[in-house]
């Protein structure tokens, strides 16, 4: 088996969609309907859906499909693993030459809380690296608490994304293979009276 981190490109995001209503199929099959996903390549099975392909275009499919998720106002959760550098990764399932402009863009006003944590796999300063983006994401005005396990981000769903990417593409360029797990909560009942950032 190879154990080796693998130096392709591409970036995948595995995400579960769970709408808090009992028409959940509707809205899941519509956000990935009205989703532009030209630019990567798609597999949904009947727990999750994985989106392949460059960074840029990954993390903006992702933001898309859960703005249009969440549009209808109803309660709405999206948990989901970033990775890359896999030493099982394969080249195939991928859609690398395509324009570097994302194809969905900006998405509507819409505050989130999410909580994210970060594996900088194989770094023995994996700590630092960590410390480093939440320090980052405390720049960026993102961030919102401290726990176990993970490390909370708040805000409007733009500048939430934007972080995650950025912090997403600056730890790939210190470290082969990096795994960020993120929950992202929307339209939550106990979100009542927050600001968007």
């Not at 948990?79 to 394969?90: A, I, L, M």
């Not at 324009?99 to 023995?124: C, R």
Request: negative net charge; proline residues 4%.
């Amino acid at each position: 088996m190879n154990n080796q981190c693998g130096t392709s490109p591409i970036v995948g995001f595995r995400f579960t969609l769970s709408p808090m209503t009992s028409d959940f199929v509707s809205v899941i099959k519509g956000a990935l309907k009205e989703t532009n996903l030209q630019n990567v390549w798609r597999h949904t099975d009947d727990v999750s859906t994985v989106i392949r392909g460059r960074s840029e275009h990954v993390f903006d499919v992702a933001k898309a499909v859960l703005s249009h998720a969440s549009k209808n106002g109803e309660h709405m959760s999206m948990s989901g693993t970033f990775s890359v550098g896999c030493p099982g990764d394969t080249a195939g399932d991928n859609l690398l030459d395509v324009t570097t402009d994302p194809v969905n863009g900006p998405v509507s006003t819409q505050y989130v809380s999410s909580q994210f944590a970060l594996y900088p796999l194989g770094d023995a300063k994996y700590m630092d690296i960590i410390y480093e983006e939440i320090a980052f994401a405390k720049e960026r005005g993102v961030f919102n608490d401290s726990m176990h396990y993970a490390s909370g981000i708040h805000g409007d769903i733009e500048p939430v994304f934007s972080f995650y990417e950025a912090t997403f593409d600056r730890v790939r360029a210190k470290t082969c293979h990096v795994v960020m797990t993120v929950t992202f909560s929307v339209n939550s009942p106990s979100h009542e009276g927050q600001q968007h950032a």
